[in-house]
């Protein structure tokens, strides 16, 4: 009886043994992961980095897309959208000579006649502002022959220890659908006052060139 008892024993401390080999090598393993995880994982980009000479900025870009997408799509019951589809975009830095390479594309977005084209602009500026993507610039414009309001977005990369380089990545066009019946509700208003000073800035420059 005591010779069964000890075999017994021996049996589980032999299973017990086994069990803690398995979770040392499962939290080696997770330890592992996490480690090679931290060396591939690609350090942040700074464009004055000399020693770099391609900067791939595609995923930056298509993080930009979503988020874009993400916001117009919000209006989806009273604006129609259309992706003109993405691009391949690159530029050479002066400095360096370093190759950049992003994504661009053109989204036209068309609204009902009674929302006002630059109101709709900064309904998506004002809803993008907690987000990556930044503004770059707005102006009047046309497409597809119509009157319509450009938006410019994009994507600000590190350039340096206090400064930063943006990257225009969605070309937006708000224009009037005659087609679209709903109207907008929270879309912002444009004060005239602050139309006649846009229109008189635009004639000084006019003058001056």
């Keep these: 009886m005591r010779d069964n008892g ?10 017990g043994i ?9 939290l080696l393993a997770g330890a592992a992961g996490a480690f090679y ?3 591939i994982q690609e350090k942040p980009k700074d464009l004055s980095d000399t020693t770099v000479t391609s900067f791939d900025l595609t995923e930056e870009s ?10 117009l799509l919000l209006k989806r019951e009273n604006w129609q959208l259309r992706d ?3 691009k391949q975009h690159h530029d050479q830095l002066e ?10 594309r053109e989204v036209a977005v068309g ?15 004002e809803h993008l502002r907690n987000t990556d993507v930044v503004f770059i610039n707005e102006e009047e414009s046309e497409w597809n022959g119509m009157d319509a309001w450009r938006l410019n977005l994009g994507i600000a990369v590190k350039s340096g220890k206090d400064t930063e380089r943006k990257f225009i990545t ?29 229109d008189e800035k635009d004639k000084t420059n006019q003058v001056e060139n």
């Design 111 to 125: 609204v009902p006649v009674t929302t006002e084209l630059e109101g709709a602009s900064l309904w998506v500026q």
């Design 18 to 26: 086994f069990i803690m080999f398995i979770l040392i090598l499962f």
């Design 95 to 104: 400095i360096s000579g370093a190759d950049v390479l992003w994504t661009d």
């Design 37 to 39: 995880g931290s060396l």
């Design 170 to 198: 969605d070309t937006v066009y708000f224009f009037h659908h005659g087609n679209l019946t709903n109207r907008d509700r929270d879309i912002p208003k444009i004060p005239k006052e602050a139309k006649r000073s846009e």
């Design 84 to 86: 003109t589809g993405r």
């Design 62 to 71: 298509k993080t930009a897309h979503k988020t874009v997408d993400d916001v």
């Design 6 to 15: 000890d075999s017994q024993e021996r049996k589980n401390g032999g299973l």
